[in-house]
């Protein structure tokens, strides 16, 4: 208990960490670039505790590959929409819509699996919503359909959806082998696929300042800690109560925007994301 415990504490620190340092370098770098930075630094650090842990992530069989790989192309796409939504727009905005997610998930369900939400679930629906309306009465567009032309909150639920779908991606490989390898192959093909976008939307590699690259370190670092303790906790729980409790993190991001980003209207976005948390709950739990 006291490990999940811990493992939470630094998933939800972890994470806006991360995000808050992405903000930053995003205004200088384009966000493909960044990832290829730290997914570069993540893949080294793999690289080492794979030796020193006595790991072999290529002891396992063909189906582990395979989903290693999709969780790869998956975290690619999901981390780099993430940065891009963070250059646009406000972090204490974009974070707490994490808590959407759950809505997605149910809709899939409904859609896919014939899976009709009960009344708790919709419950939860509606305090998401209401949640997201005290936090889009922040934005000059409000709580309306104009939101969904600007491209930080189209970016942000591009990278929603992705991390998603990995979430289930990873917890299977975590059946299929054990948590040090789920996160030794997350690292090497984050780096791999993050190698392949810089390819096919032909960005120039650029050679970042010694400055910024530490600063890509500290994101590697973060990250790492992040999808470590993610790991340990899916072995633990089941993916629905991890990913609720992961939205606590949000409270943390609108904090950090605040605080270092120097963005508006603290009280009114931490308690839109209690209301989206709450919600999450209902539906998750």
Same mark, same amino acid.
């Given at each position: 208990?006291?490990?999940? %415990? ?141 939101? +969904? ?19 289930? %991606? ?9 948590? @040090?390898?789920?996160? %030794? ?8 696929? !993050?190698?392949?976008?810089?390819? +096919? ?12 690259? !530490? ?7 973060? +990250? ?28 943390? !991001? ?18 839109? @994301? ?12």
């Amino acid at each position: 208990m006291l490990v999940t %415990v811990g493992n939470l504490g630094l998933r939800i620190l972890s994470n806006p960490i991360a995000n808050a340092v992405q903000k930053i370098l995003s205004g200088k770098y384009c966000a493909t670039l960044i990832n290829l930075y730290s997914y570069l630094f993540l893949s080294v650090m793999a690289g080492i505790f794979a030796f020193t842990g006595n790991v072999n992530p290529f002891s396992y069989g063909f189906e582990v590959f395979c989903y290693s790989a999709l969780a790869g192309v998956l975290c690619t796409l999901g981390s780099v929409c993430l940065i891009k939504a963070l250059h646009y727009g406000e972090m204490s905005v974009l974070a707490p819509l994490n808590s959407y997610k759950c809505i997605v998930g149910l809709v899939i369900a409904f859609f896919i699996l014939g899976e009709i939400p009960d009344i708790i679930e919709l419950l939860g629906v509606i305090f998401i919503i209401f949640g997201s309306w005290f936090i889009f009465d922040t934005v000059d567009e409000g709580f309306s359909f104009k939101l +969904l032309k600007r491209k930080d909150i189209i970016l942000r639920f591009c990278a929603l959806f992705f991390t998603g779908c990995e979430a289930v %991606v990873l917890k299977k490989i975590i059946l299929l082998s054990s948590v @040090s390898v789920c996160f %030794v192959l997350w690292c090497f093909w984050g780096f791999v696929f !993050s190698l392949v976008l810089m390819f +096919l939307l032909k960005i120039k590699f650029e050679l970042l300042s010694l400055k910024d690259i !530490s600063k890509t370190l500290v994101i590697a670092i973060c +990250l790492g800690v992040m999808q470590y303790s993610t790991n340990v906790i899916f072995q633990r729980l089941d993916v629905g109560l991890s990913l609720a409790l992961f939205q606590l993190s949000g409270i943390v !991001s609108v904090f950090f925007g605040y605080k270092f980003f120097n963005e508006r209207d603290l009280v009114k976005k931490i308690v839109g @994301s209690i209301i989206m948390i709450a919600g999450s709950c209902f539906i998750l739990l």
